[in-house]
């Protein structure tokens, strides 16, 4: 089968550091530091290096199966049955995750920036926006990608970068925590691997890139620009406020973009354009959450009916948001799901590389 | 088919036209620019607490609450004239309004000082929260708490403990500017930036208040002559209870110690000649070393201070051997005078220079086993050893050789 939108190298790896940067960024550190403690930034490393090899494994899939997605080689290698029964799983956590990342996001609105618009209405106007994105063409999506992040990064980096002369360094001290067990250490790093997880998207665009065997050089570059942004994120919180403070806060990150001055005062506060980039962060990832859900559907029914689908998946992502009762619950359930998502994506791609191997299934060549 | 999708098509888009729900016109918001917190005296002051968010005396669980009574200047545009800037015999008292209403918490008076006024209370302005010494000594947990919840506060205003009634500091009728919570905050904001305060403002003194091992501290000041407000030093805290003031010279010390920059503040010198020379600091530094012997910490602290020659009297004889005499001398009046002041804040066991949280990043184990607890700590901070040198180099003279 043959393409005719391609995605250059840049934009995948954009893809893959836009995704990684999304809803959670705002309450990230606290996750980690509350698991881990002081040893945070240890943990944060770990979990990427392990999310690494997941990443390696997956790209190793993609290159010897340069034609398919995902959801074609499961299928390829485990066989139809189950490789589909286990894709309608996947999917379905998928629309799981796009249901409550929203709410996540409703949730900030309407706690810090719009107390009297409804949540349904954020809510909607997310999901609605995220629904009408044509899909049938990935170099679209690759194109949105490309055009927002800058317009993530860079105010991520005006909040970062003046915090520096708030840092206490004894609040990074000692980096391997004041008691922390290797069970909390390593459940910090698990929080951080299911953060930059969404890096599985870019087994459904490798297909349709200009030269799929290529793919892994910019793999490696969009994961570790994404990462380093979370690494740095949570270093500098915690710097910043310390275990105790962080642990008191429910979004850390717009509590330190609020605390920022911008040398020379052209900005009173910097927290509105934050926020403002945050939207465009949660867009993105919500997007390629999109993405995986409505382009996977289509190749499990072999449909191009993209458009049906995003919109019968919208209000059933739309009554998943709406599910949780209070904020508690949207982020035990969050937990739940992330945890239990990345940990199933790690071991089955392993499996699926074990499998491939044993039944010599490869990809076709194009 | 097709003009159905259509028709849900257009219904769908008519989401869309409904406007901003948190539309509030700047006319429609009494913005806060100051609060200030007093304990009221309810019989001396009669003041009555109408029975708002209902929270009396019977529901506290018999635990005796002090009433807080709160003061706050709103400037409402358009409604209050603010301008033209200059122009004219407006003071201040004319141009921002200034209400009054008294609470069990905070929460209580604001909802008690909404229900007295037509416009939405909006926090998002708040320049300054200007809190008296008792409530200070009182405790700030529960003020902080509704500050930190809500969501319009910024973490870059200024929090204030004031001599004297907080509400007169509020009421200070600066001529120059025509809202005085702006001059006060400015007044600070300058200090800051001349070396004269460190960056201590809510979202700073936060931080402090939940780190364990380090104390918050907070500008002191004292209202002048009705109409402004002198830097009187800082007050000193212990968890959140106000624990004493330094001086404005303490002020220098504490900001040597915490290598704050720039420098601000200056120190007479006298030589055996007689000659008496004013030296400012320039830029400072300052390094910590701990060291646990005995199962007890011992801290020494090294200060280097760069400093100017701004004022000489008596004498005129700065030459380049006489410039050793006076670092000398500098050093040694500096290092006994930094040594008081550390014993000071032993006594009242007030550890504002965070010795506490570096022996907690330096020594883990040494934490977990000796100190625990933040009591214990303090215990042990009252009777650690912390020696204080201070090195004066003088770099500068200003405009004369001599």
Redesign the interface.
């Known amino acids: 089968m043959k393409h005719s939108d391609s995605v250059t190298s840049v934009q995948f790896a954009i893809i893959i550091a836009g995704t990684i940067l999304g809803v959670s960024i705002l309450a990230l550190p606290r996750f980690v530091i509350e698991e881990a403690g002081n040893a945070a930034p240890l943990a944060s490393v770990v979990g990427m290096i392990i999310s690494f090899i997941g990443l390696l494994g997956l790209l190793y899939l993609g290159k010897r199966f340069p034609n398919q997605t995902f959801i074609g080689y499961s299928k390829t290698i485990l066989g139809k049955l189950f490789g589909n029964f286990i894709m309608v799983l996947f999917l379905l956590v998928a629309l799981v995750l796009i249901g409550l990342e929203t709410r996540q996001f409703a949730e900030v609105l309407v706690g810090g920036l719009l107390p009297d618009t409804p949540i349904h209405f954020s809510i909607f106007a997310m999901l609605f926006l995220c629904s009408v994105i044509n899909f049938s063409n990935v170099s679209t999506f690759a194109y949105i990608h490309f055009f927002y992040f800058p317009l993530i990064i860079i105010p991520l980096l005006i909040v970062l970068l003046p915090s520096f002369k708030d840092i206490e360094y004894y609040h990074l001290l000692p980096i391997t925590g004041h008691e922390i067990s290797l069970t909390e250490f390593m459940s910090g790093a698990i929080v951080i691997m299911a953060a930059v997880s969404n890096y599985y998207i870019l087994s459904m665009v490798i297909p349709y890139l200009k030269n799929p065997k290529k793919c892994v050089t910019p793999g490696i570059w969009g994961f570790l620009i994404g990462t380093f942004f979370v690494l740095f994120l949570v270093t500098i919180s915690l710097a910043v406020f310390g275990e105790m403070k962080i642990l008191e806060m429910l979004w850390s990150t717009l509590v330190l973009a609020r605390m920022v001055e911008v040398p020379g005062e052209i900005l009173a506060r910097i927290d509105a354009i934050f926020i403002i980039s945050w939207i465009f962060a949660v867009f993105t990832t919500l997007l390629s959450y999109y993405f995986i859900f409505v382009r996977g559907v289509a190749e499990i029914f072999s449909t191009k009916k993209y458009r049906l689908i995003s919109f019968i998946a919208l209000p059933i992502a739309f009554f998943i948001a709406l599910f949780p009762r209070d904020i508690f619950d949207v982020y035990s359930y969050l937990r739940v799901f992330w945890t239990g998502s990345v940990m199933f994506y790690f071991v089955y791609v392993f499996f699926l590389m074990v499998i491939a191997k044993v039944r010599r299934k490869k990809g076709s060549v194009g | 088919m097709k003009k159905i999708s259509w028709l849900i098509l257009l219904l769908?888009a008519s989401?869309?036209l409904?406007g901003?729900?948190?539309r509030y016109d700047l006319e429609e918001r009494a913005n806060i620019l100051g609060i200030a917190i007093d304990v009221v005296d309810e019989e001396a002051e009669n003041f009555t607490i109408p029975e708002i968010t209902y929270r009396d005396k019977d529901t506290l669980a018999g635990e005796e609450e002090n009433i807080y009574k709160l003061t706050a200047q709103l400037a409402v545009p358009g409604k209050i004239k603010l301008g033209p800037e200059g122009g004219g015999n407006n003071t201040s008292d004319k141009t921002a309004w200034v209400v009054q209403t008294a609470g069990f918490s905070m929460k209580d008076a604001m909802a008690n000082l909404q229900q007295q006024l037509a416009e939405k209370l909006y926090l998002g302005h708040l320049q300054i929260i200007i809190i008296n010494e008792d409530v200070a000594k009182i405790g700030l947990d529960d003020i902080n708490d509704f500050l930190?919840r809500e969501?319009e506060v910024?973490?870059?205003a200024w929090m204030v403990v004031s001599t004297g009634k907080a509400e007169d500091v509020l009421r200070a009728a600066p001529p120059i500017e025509t809202v005085p919570s702006l001059y006060l905050s400015d007044t600070l904001e300058n200090a800051l930036r001349f070396g004269k305060l460190p960056?201590e403002y809510l979202?700073?003194f936060?931080?402090d208040l939940?780190?364990?091992g380090i104390d918050g501290v907070l500008p002191y000041v004292k209202l002048i002559e009705q109409e402004r407000i002198l830097v009187n030093g800082l007050a000193f805290f212990k968890h959140d209870k106000m624990a004493g003031s330094m001086t404005p010279f303490e002020i220098g010390v504490f900001l040597g110690m915490k290598e704050k920059n720039p420098g601000g503040y200056g120190m007479a010198v006298s030589t055996d000649d007689g000659g008496v020379y004013i030296l400012e600091s320039y830029q400072r530094d300052s390094n910590i070393e701990l060291k646990i012997k005995n199962d007890v910490p011992i801290a020494s602290i090294t200060v280097e201070i760069e400093a100017n020659v701004e004022e000489q009297s008596n004498v005129k004889n700065i030459t380049n051997r006489k410039i050793k005499e006076i670092e000398e001398e500098a050093s040694n009046v500096a290092t006994k005078k930094y040594n008081k002041v550390v014993k000071k804040w032993q006594e009242s066991e007030s550890d504002v220079i965070?010795i506490g949280?570096?022996v907690?990043?330096?020594y883990?184990e040494y934490?977990?086993q000796e100190v625990k607890t933040t009591d214990k700590w303090a215990e042990i901070y009252k009777q650690m050893t912390i020696e204080v040198n201070v090195k004066f180099e003088i770099i500068r003279t200003g405009m004369e050789f001599k």
């Open positions: 769908m989401l869309f409904s901003c729900w948190d930190k969501y910024r973490r870059t960056r979202g700073k936060w931080i939940a780190d364990i965070g949280a570096r907690r990043a330096k883990p934490w977990q």
